[in-house]
T-cell receptor
Framework: ETGVTQTPRHLVMGMTNKKSLKCEQH?????MYWYKQSAKKPLELMFV???????ENNSVPSRFSPECPNSSHLFLHLHTLQPEDSALYLC??????????????FGEGSWLTVV | EDQVTQSPEALRLQEGESSSLNCSYT??????LFWYRQDPGKGPEFLFT???AGEEKEKERLKATLTKKESFLHITAPKPEDSATYLC?????????FGAGTRLTVKP
């Protein structure tokens, strides 16, 4: 138990579907992140939220839409995805935004398959 | 450009055979270097944070060290349950970069 909970753990969706990934952290942290992990590639940062405000968006396609309603919850809304978007999506949190030397703690991830 | 390189890409050891994993980096303004363990199908599990050259940290069979250019994760007398992918990440000014990982297999 890492204190960061992601649901669902596995998701299969068609290219025309709309779905959402959910993340909740119980660590009292102020920053939350979405990362993408593809096979044999380093983790790619997608979005960063600090105190519920989006502070980074690393050139992510608009078919991925994040939402952070409060400092404990983070969503990733998915629509009209492509098969190459199939990957492990990791939610993470840290005390402050990751420029400050804080440790980032990850959830177990959501395996996404786009068919 | 900031870079993080882990080697080897994969490592196979016999149980009890000690070895080291390497993480070399080129960043300006290091804020911290992190080691994680990742089991298949799961998220990365935090192991260590190192902040300055010369720092060392230990946990069970694992020991992490840091110089100005690289970090080593030393594994002493590994067991099969140490099999996992080990990720290194470097945090610099305004950015955090991950290496591609070293996949460790320990055979009984």
């Amino acid at each position: 138990e890492t204190g960061v909970t992601q649901t669902p753990r596995h998701l299969v969706m068609g290219m025309t579907n709309k779905k959402s990934l959910k993340c909740e952290q119980h660590l009292g942290h102020n920053a939350m992140y979405w990362y993408k992990q593809s096979a044999k590639k380093p983790l790619e940062l997608m979005f960063v939220y600090s105190l519920e405000e989006r502070v980074e968006n690393n050139s992510v396609p608009s078919r991925f839409s994040p939402e952070c309603p409060n400092s404990s919850h983070l969503f990733l809304h998915l629509h009209t995805l492509q098969p190459e978007d199939s990957a492990l999506y990791l939610c993470a949190s840290s005390q402050e935004k990751h420029s400050s030397g804080n440790t980032i703690y990850f959830g177990e991830g959501s395996w996404l398959t786009v068919v | 450009e900031d870079q993080v390189t882990q080697s080897p890409e994969a490592l196979r050891l016999q149980e009890g055979e000690s070895s080291s994993l390497n993480c070399s980096y080129t960043v300006s303004g290091l804020r911290g270097l992190f080691w994680y363990r990742q089991d298949p199908g799961k998220g990365p599990e935090f192991l260590f944070t190192l902040y300055s050259a010369g720092e060392e940290k230990e946990k069970e069979r694992l020991k992490a060290t840091l110089t100005k250019k690289e970090s080593f994760l030393h594994i002493t007398a590994p067991k099969p349950e140490d099999s996992a992918t080990y990720l290194c990440a470097v945090q610099a000014e305004g950015d955090m970069r991950f290496g591609a990982g070293t996949r460790l297999t320990v055979k009984p």
